[in-house]
């Protein structure tokens, strides 16, 4: 007797189940103890295969063996459990004659169990499944946000190398009339450049929360930035607060330069002097929450004289 292994590949060769073949397989899944979920898995991805010729009778062949392998011999005898549940709503994709058959055959045996079929393999939970997979996969709708964010960013990142090379072209024409314009333009620049961090933070973190990790497989797990660690929206949110401050933090400091010093009025510097002092208070609370999280958690000095005792 051939492999199961071997049986297949001639089967997707040849795309014919020929009277042999269905020889071999009812040999193959004669003792149902030797039936596990990768033997049953092939029954399925027979039946499911496109231009394939299959026997008559097949299809009691394939509704006898899986009913047996989940009620008889499986992992949970008489029942059919969370896990093979899962397992077998997710072989039922289309709901053809080869399923509708196998969930009646599961229905009737349960009943004569004294048990039932579970409300999720039911015929008419087939809607319910479907809508449940477009809310599954309704997020990659956030590939819209992440393409959008990643072409800002570049856009943003072409303006502020514009607005550095538009003050060096100033400066080296006049040197001494411009230094205070090119001052402007690289503060300028970098609240640009902050910003278009932003941007990519925010493209990063929505892939890795909606899509997929962001893990090239020729990138050691050391080489992974540690903004890059974006496992909870929390995480997203921390990580764009910091850099947002750092944004209104270069923002307020362009502001100030342009402020011309003759028309401050005490007013106005009480203002800068109360920004100023907000500013420092927010990254003392910045830094101060960074050392907490950082810090490692030891115990007590009692608790580990306890231990050592």
């Keep these: 007797?051939?492999?199961?292994?071997?049986?297949r590949q001639e089967i997707l060769k040849t795309r014919n189940v020929t009277p042999e073949i269905f020889n071999e397989l009812e040999e193959i899944y004669a003792d149902i103890t030797q039936i596990d979920f990768d033997k049953a898995d092939v029954l399925f991805r027979i039946k499911q295969l496109k231009h394939v010729q299959l026997p008559e009778d097949y299809k009691d062949f394939f509704v006898d063996k899986i009913a047996s392998f989940l009620l008889g011999y499986g992992p949970s005898p008489d029942e059919i459990d969370s896990d093979e549940g899962r397992w077998l709503r997710g072989r039922m994709v289309n709901r053809d004659e080869y399923d509708l058959a196998l969930l009646d055959e599961l229905s009737n045996r349960l009943e004569n169990l004294g048990g039932k079929l579970p409300p999720y393999l039911k015929k008419n939970s087939f809607l319910i499944q479907k809508f449940e997979d477009i809310l599954y996969y309704s997020r990659y709708f956030a590939f819209i946000a992440v393409v959008g964010a990643i072409l800002s960013s570049f856009i943003l990142f072409i303006q502020g190398f514009g607005l550095i090379i538009k003050g060096l072209v100033g400066f080296f024409q006049d040197p001494y009339e411009r230094y205070e314009a090119l001052f402007e333009k690289l503060v300028s620049s970098v609240d640009v450049f902050l910003f278009a961090l932003v941007l990519i933070i925010f493209g990063v973190g929505v892939y890795e929360l909606f899509i997929a990790n962001v893990d090239p497989e020729d990138k050691p797990a050391d080489s992974r930035p540690t903004w890059l660690k974006i496992s909870s929206v929390d995480d997203l949110k921390s990580s764009l607060g910091k850099v947002i401050l750092m944004v209104l933090i270069v923002s307020f400091f362009k502001h100030?330069?342009?402020?011309?010093?003759?028309?401050?009025?005490?007013?106005?510097l009480l203002y800068l002097a109360i920004g100023i002092l907000l500013i420092?208070?927010?990254?003392?609370?910045?830094?101060?929450?960074?050392?907490?999280?950082?810090?490692?958690?030891?115990?007590?000095?009692?608790?580990?004289?306890?231990?050592?005792?």
């Design 280 to 309: 420092a208070t927010a990254l003392y609370l910045t830094h101060k929450s960074n050392s907490e999280e950082a810090a490692p958690k030891t115990k007590p000095e009692s608790e580990l004289q306890k231990i050592l005792e």
């Design 256 to 268: 100030v330069l342009e402020i011309d010093a003759e028309m401050w009025s005490p007013l106005a």
């Design 1 to 7: 007797m051939r492999p199961l292994q071997d049986v």
